[in-house]
């Protein structure tokens, strides 16, 4: 026989059952992987939106805030995903896992994401980050932060910007700037030089009662620490209990005492915001008591001496709070006890020098007027009060007491720590020592002292002028008839100080005062002249003396004087002709 070999198996039909079978299993399988490509593409499209980040409660903050912030028409997965293919799987493997957590509720209230520098550099390329730019007024430089340490650390984009601040998502934190600038610098040294940042500003400032040039810092070699300083408080330092907030395993909590670590870990690695740690430093904050006595709080503390109650405007009885207007500017105690030539280092007194050197040569006259006027001031008064408390005996009544303190806050807090609060001290102070008397049936006391009948914003820097007697175009003029008497307010003969021109005492000239003076030509010369009889005066004829010829030959002013109403007063040269050949 013939071996034909082994039967084969028989073909299947062309349209068999066994062949359509086979086909639909692979269309099905073919489809399946189609519809999962567009599944998954769909999903990538759908989680890459931000409408989708917006979607879960925990995330509604963060999108809100992206949505005011200047990245509002940035998509969430440009920043939040760094260039590369491996990054957009990491972190749709992580967006996964975090719906995963939502769904079985083991998610976190607090997400936490990093954003890498490439993120931002495909926006903000480095040949911009190369330049300087005008953040609020300082000038700053991306460069100088990003290359290189900056004290001893590695700075991140994220090290500045911070993921959501105050509602602006990735918005400049300058908490973390003064952080970085001021830690462990005392002010106005290092990385805390005030013009490291600032430029000085070519303005004007006015607050409350004090107005200030800025000019003048650099043409009086002004101190910025004088006016502007760092109050008393935080030094930025870490709060142990802070890590726990993070980490609660005890070989990361034993490393609290490695800040090269730390920060390595925190802002190099894992760009964690500077303010999760740190305490926050205050730059330059409201006045306060404390951050005006600075290093003289040692004995001056916290407005307990009559010194700071003075400059604060606080302590005195029956009188309302009036801090002294450079207080409220934020000068400290440096800023008017300086350190000048000649003068012992141990004590820096203030005088006129200090005015002077913020405010010019002109502050002199009225600094001393100032002195001169609580001196004035305080020594009458003490005068009165000791003679009502001699005259009343023992026990004096409560309103005399109260007269001593307001007195005493004066003389021992040296008044000129803030004049108006000082002036308003004593007026009190005679108004209590009168009240006391009044109890007794005794006659109250005049003031020892003038004041103006009425309020001017001069009188916030001449107070006390009132009393004043200067020269002016030769003569010596009194204050106490015009202001007083006449009550002519200040404008009436000056010009403000913006308006005046340099050099400028009075808006007019010598002629002006005639004007009033020569209104009535029965006046009485002497109650201005009355010096002119004194001195002798340049004239055609020579030197002419006044009292030889009022009091000897008996000549009135009219005799040689043309007085006509409201010109100026005209020699009558022919009128000498008539004694003097």
């Known amino acids: 026989m013939i071996d034909e070999g082994p039967p084969t198996r028989p073909r299947a039909p062309r349209g068999s059952a066994g062949a359509v079978g086979f086909q639909a299993l692979t269309l099905t399988a073919g489809l399946l992987v189609a519809l999962g490509v567009v599944a998954v593409g769909t999903a990538v499209e759908v989680t890459s939106r931000p409408q989708f980040c917006g979607s879960c409660h925990i995330m509604r903050p963060y999108y809100e805030s992206w949505q005011k912030s200047s990245h509002h028409n940035i998509a969430c997965v ?49 040949r911009l980050l190369s330049g300087k730019e005008l953040f609020g007024d300082v000038l700053f430089d991306h460069a100088a932060h990003l290359s290189g340490m900056r004290r001893g650390k590695s700075l991140r984009c994220t090290s500045c910007h911070s993921q959501i601040v105050q509602g602006s998502h990735i918005a400049v934190t300058p908490s973390t700037c003064i952080l970085c600038h001021f830690k462990g610098q005392a002010s106005g040294t290092g990385t805390a030089r005030c013009t490291l940042c600032h430029s000085v500003p070519d303005k004007v400032i006015r607050h409350e009662a004090l107005t200030f040039n800025h000019a003048d810092v650099a043409h009086y070699g002004m101190d910025c620490n004088w006016c502007h300083a760092r109050p008393a408080g935080s030094d930025g330092e870490v709060a142990r209990e802070r890590c726990v907030t993070c980490h609660n395993d005890a070989p990361r909590l034993a490393e609290f005492g490695n800040p090269e670590l730390l920060h390595r870990m925190h802002v190099t690695e894992h760009k964690v915001d500077c303010m999760g740690c740190h ?43 009036m801090p002294n207007p450079m207080f409220l500017a934020g000068v400290r105690c440096e800023g008017c006890h300086l350190e000048v030539p000649g ?168 002629g002006g005062c005639a004007s009033c003076h020569h209104k009535d030509e029965g006046a009485d010369c002497l109650a201005c002249h009355a010096g002119i009889k004194r001195t002798s005066v340049k004239s055609f004829r020579g030197e002419f003396d006044h009292s030889l010829h009022v009091d000897g030959a008996g000549q009135a002013c009219a005799d040689c004087h043309d007085l006509t109403a409201g010109k100026p007063a005209r020699l009558k040269q022919d009128h000498c002709a008539e004694c003097h050949q």
């Open 279 to 321: 305490v926050e430093i205050e730059h330059v904050g409201q006045p306060r008591i404390e951050a005006a006595a600075t290093a003289c709080n040692t004995c001056h503390l916290k407005g307990h001496s009559p010194q700071m109650s003075l400059y604060t405007g606080v302590g005195g009885r029956g009188v309302s709070p």
């Open 343 to 510: 003068q012992s280092t141990d004590v820096h007194r203030a005088s006129e020098i200090s005015c002077m050197s913020c405010h010019g040569a002109s502050y002199r006259n009225i600094f001393l007027a100032w002195k001169e006027g609580v001196l004035s001031r305080t020594s009458g008064l003490s005068r009165q009060v000791e003679q009502t408390s001699a005259a009343l005996g023992e026990p004096a009544p409560a309103a005399l007491a109260d007269a001593r303190f307001n007195l005493d806050l004066v003389s021992r807090g040296r008044g000129i720590h803030n004049v108006d609060y000082s002036y308003a001290l004593l007026r009190r102070a005679h108004e209590d020592m009168n009240r006391a008397r009044a109890a007794r049936g005794m006659a109250s006391l005049a003031p020892p002292w003038s004041a103006a009948p009425y309020d001017s914003p001069c009188l916030s820097c001449h107070q006390g002028i009132e009393e004043n007697v200067k020269t002016i175009f030769g003569r010596e003029f009194a204050h106490a008839p015009h202001v007083i008497r006449a009550k002519l307010d200040c404008s009436s003969c000056h010009r403000t100080h913006e308006e005046r021109a340099p050099g400028e005492v009075v808006r007019f000239d010598a």
């Open 78 to 126: 440009d920043c939040h995903i760094p260039p590369g293919v491996t990054a957009e799987f990491r972190k749709k493997y992580e967006a996964l896992s975090m719906v995963a957590r939502y769904f079985t509720g083991t998610y976190s209230t607090n997400p936490w994401t990093e954003i890498d520098d490439a993120s931002c550099l495909r926006c903000h390329e480095r």
